[in-house]
């Protein structure tokens, strides 16, 4: 209580999942009164130790206070929750942190406005334990008049927090695409420690060149940003056509080990059908027209 007379706004979080514990949790240490609810009810008991009041149902929950954070597995859940509690909702700020699409968030920015819930779409782009420390970044979209008032509260949740925009959508969008970038880094350096796997080389002694590496091609990724907004691919390093060529050694050395070419075979048929369709000559970034097209 006597966080709440210290002027900290009151934090209503449903859904007690690995992610969900982690949000209550940083709310609790950032001296927020923190009200969870949980269909499993057990999974709340640490967070109570720390702090945290249990509420009976979710109807209780929401009325705890003006911020409701719901983390559930999909949209259909979190309507299944919260659909039921209709006028308890009203006049709340509702954040959904909820993993799913950017049509999934629309939907459920529609639902919400026909209830007359102000709604803003989240995403998490941090592991459980990074929450509320300054390698987590929580985006956020929807009504900047739902996020400003909240913004103090949602900063505990960590240091990267951000509005992207009134589009409900975005959060979602910019989620899956950096689950696209990361898929793609750590299937890359798999394939390469499989390579020297074969050759009897353990990957922790290949993980210090690859974080090289992958830092190294973290620096370009700037450069391509811009190229990609003017729509031009100077070859400053090496032609697409080059790379292709090089592509080529990788499948080789792929097969000569009786490693799997699937991946490198992919990647080199993009490449060729990017080729092929005139862009030889450009820089790699030019391969961002390829993936534009079904």
Known sequence: MGNHDAGRTPVTVIGLGLLGRALAGAFVAGGHPTTVWNRTAGRAGPLVERGARLAGSAAEAVAAGPLVVVCLSDYEAVREVVGPLGEALRGRVLVNLTSGTSRGARETAGWAAERGVAYLDGAVLAV???????????????????FDPHEPVL??????????????????????????????ILNGFLHGAALLGAAGVEATSF????????????????????????????????TLGTHLAAMEHLVRESESLGVSTELPRFVEALAGRAVAGGRGGEGYAAMVELFRRP
């Open 128 to 146: 459980p334990e990074a929450i509320g420390t300054a390698d987590a970044v929580v985006l956020y979209s929807g009504p900047r008049e739902a």
């Open 155 to 184: 900063r505990s949740l960590g240091a990267g927090t951000t509005y992207l925009g009134g589009d409900h959508g975005l959060s979602s969008l910019y989620d899956v695409a950096a689950l696209s970038v990361m898929w793609n």
């Open 207 to 238: 993980a210090p060149v690859a974080k090289t590496l992958i830092e190294t091609v973290a620096g370009w990724v700037p450069g391509y940003a811009r190229q990609i907004d003017d729509g031009e691919y100077p070859a400053l390093d090496s």
